[in-house]
């Protein structure tokens, strides 16, 4: 490595660093000088529609609704595991169907309890 204190290999790696950093700030700064920067009353209102809110945009929604997310991709997940093992399942032979039934019903109970304990019903 020799006695540098930044190692001669890393020198393109600290210079695109620095050139990514200073585009990324020089764009920022001479987009602020060059945009117009007019503002009216209108303008700063927090909607540009011209519609008057008519109630607080902070809604709470159900927690039914969190729930049935994390559901969908917990079961969303499911899929992505399937298509691999799909594509080699002649190669794992009798093991890699064992495996991927107890994967299965691991998830099919998982799936049955949800929906026994109503997680899944839309009210």
């Known amino acids: 490595m020799g006695s540098e204190p930044?190692?001669?290999?890393y020198l393109p790696i600290i210079i695109?660093?620095?050139?990514?950093?200073?585009?990324?700030?020089?764009?920022?700064v001479v987009g602020w000088?060059?945009?117009?920067?007019?503002?009216?009353?209108?303008k700063l209102l927090?909607?540009?529609?011209?519609?008057?809110?008519?109630?607080?945009?902070?809604?709470?929604?159900?927690?039914?609704?969190?729930i049935i997310?994390?559901?969908?991709?917990?079961f969303d997940i499911e899929v992505v595991f399937l298509f691999p093992w799909a594509v080699v399942f002649k190669k794992l032979g009798l093991l890699g169907l064992v495996e991927m039934g107890v994967f299965l019903a691991i998830l099919i109970v998982?799936?049955?309890y949800a929906w026994k304990k109503g997680a899944l019903d839309w009210d």
Do not use: C, K
Request: charge should be positive; glycine fraction near 8%.
């Open 6 to 9: 930044v190692p001669f290999n």
């Open 16 to 28: 695109f660093m620095v050139l990514g950093t200073l585009f990324g700030v020089g764009s920022l």
């Open 33 to 42: 000088f060059i945009r117009p920067s007019r503002p009216y009353r209108a």
């Open 46 to 66: 927090p909607y540009e529609s011209g519609a008057p809110l008519f109630m607080d945009a902070r809604v709470q929604f159900p927690m039914r609704y969190y």
């Open 69 to 74: 997310a994390m559901l969908f991709v917990i």
């Open 110 to 112: 998982g799936f049955w």
